[in-house]
């Protein structure tokens, strides 16, 4: 029998296309109850039959080092322990070690998302849903209860015709959401249900339109970044936190449980 030793950043979707195989074999022979969370240092068990050799895990583009004072705030959702009660105290200690405001009322939302960098070509310019979402709250009884999603937090070059030109070179720079802590409240918009921030607040933006966002250059315009579905071969992001449509649904309706103000609290990976 062939086995994986997971290591810190693996998904079971990534891994599964790695060793030719599907997420629902994988958690099946591993008896995994959720697919979206595997634990580092934990041995997975391959397929019966799998003999040829492992495919090399794609190669990350390089990022510019950043001084230190830019360093994003880095989680570890790799690592959570089991149980709903473990991992709800796990991730609240992650939310309030990142500086964001943890809010333990009943049916009072906690996100905290973990953006994996990706640049804006990525698919083609379509974007990717390489991200992952918790989602914690306590509902009237004061039973936790802990989600997880796949998004995306990064905007898709495609979608750059949304964006503002901000240094007047004729050309659109393209923003995304900062690691750290933002507000949001239930709203609407164009195409329906959706998360807006409760104010503006200051984005990342590409100035140099290389796909990514090492310059660490800010601007106004996170008013307009909302939490909304997206595509099936796209995610529809010009700065917005997306969801493929099926995992947009849960969400959607999950976080329609909550109320009043939902903190949002965005970590790298």
Same mark, same amino acid.
């Given at each position: 029998?062939?086995?994986?030793?997971? $290591?810190?950043?693996d998904t079971l979707s990534a891994l599964a296309a790695r060793f030719d195989t599907t997420?629902?074999? %994988?958690?099946?022979?591993?008896?995994?109850?959720n697919p979206n969370l595997i634990i580092t240092g934990h041995t997975l068990r391959l /397929?019966?039959?799998?003999?040829?050799? &492992?495919?090399?895990? /794609?190669? *990350?583009?390089?990022? /510019?080092?950043? /001084?230190?004072? &830019?360093?994003?705030?880095?989680?570890? !959702?790799?690592?959570?322990?089991?149980?709903?009660?473990?991992?709800?105290?796990?991730?609240?200690?992650?939310?309030?070690?990142?500086?964001?405001?943890?809010?333990?009322?009943? =049916? &009072?939302?906690?996100?905290?998302?973990?953006?994996?960098?990706?640049?804006?070509?990525?698919?083609?310019?379509?974007? $990717?849903?390489? !991200?992952?979402?918790?989602? %914690?709250?306590?509902?009237? #009884?004061?039973?936790?209860?802990? *989600?997880?999603? &796949?998004?995306?937090?990064?905007?898709? #070059? =495609?979608?750059?015709?949304?964006?503002?030109?901000?240094?007047?070179?004729?050309?659109?720079?393209?923003?995304?959401?900062?690691?750290?802590?933002?507000?949001?409240?239930?709203?609407?918009? *164009?195409?329906?249900?959706?998360? +807006?921030?409760?104010?503006?607040?200051?984005?990342? $933006?590409?100035?140099?339109?290389?796909?990514?966002?090492?310059?660490? #250059? +800010?601007?106004?315009?996170?008013?307009?970044?909302?939490?909304?579905?997206?595509?099936?071969?796209?995610?529809y992001s010009a700065g917005c936190q997306t969801f493929s449509p099926s995992e947009w649904?849960?969400?959607? +309706? !999950?976080? #329609?449980?909550? =109320?009043?103000?939902?903190?949002?609290?965005?970590?790298?990976?």
């Amino acid at each position: 029998m062939s086995t994986y030793r997971i $290591r810190s950043g693996d998904t079971l979707s990534a891994l599964a296309a790695r060793f030719d195989t599907t997420v629902s074999t %994988l958690a099946r022979i591993n008896h995994i109850e959720n697919p979206n969370l595997i634990i580092t240092g934990h041995t997975l068990r391959l /397929p019966d039959g799998f003999e040829r050799p &492992q495919k090399p895990a /794609p190669a *990350k583009p390089h990022q /510019p080092q950043q /001084p230190v004072q &830019q360093t994003p705030v880095r989680g570890t !959702d790799a690592v959570a322990p089991t149980g709903t009660a473990a991992q709800y105290e796990h991730f609240k200690q992650q939310i309030q070690a990142a500086g964001g405001t943890f809010r333990s009322g009943p =049916n &009072q939302m906690n996100l905290l998302g973990f953006r994996t960098p990706t640049n804006t070509g990525a698919n083609g310019g379509n974007g $990717r849903y390489d !991200d992952r979402l918790v989602m %914690l709250w306590k509902d009237s #009884r004061g039973q936790p209860h802990v *989600k997880f999603y &796949q998004y995306n937090t990064e905007p898709a #070059r =495609n979608m750059s015709r949304y964006s503002a030109d901000v240094n007047g070179d004729g050309r659109a720079d393209q923003g995304r959401v900062p690691t750290g802590y933002h507000e949001y409240q239930q709203s609407s918009w *164009k195409n329906g249900y959706c998360l +807006r921030p409760t104010g503006d607040f200051s984005v990342q $933006r590409d100035m140099n339109h290389d796909g990514a966002f090492s310059e660490n #250059r +800010r601007t106004g315009g996170g008013a307009s970044m909302l939490f909304h579905g997206g595509g099936t071969s796209g995610t529809y992001s010009a700065g917005c936190q997306t969801f493929s449509p099926s995992e947009w649904a849960r969400f959607s +309706r !999950d976080v #329609r449980l909550g =109320n009043g103000v939902i903190g949002y609290t965005l970590v790298e990976r």
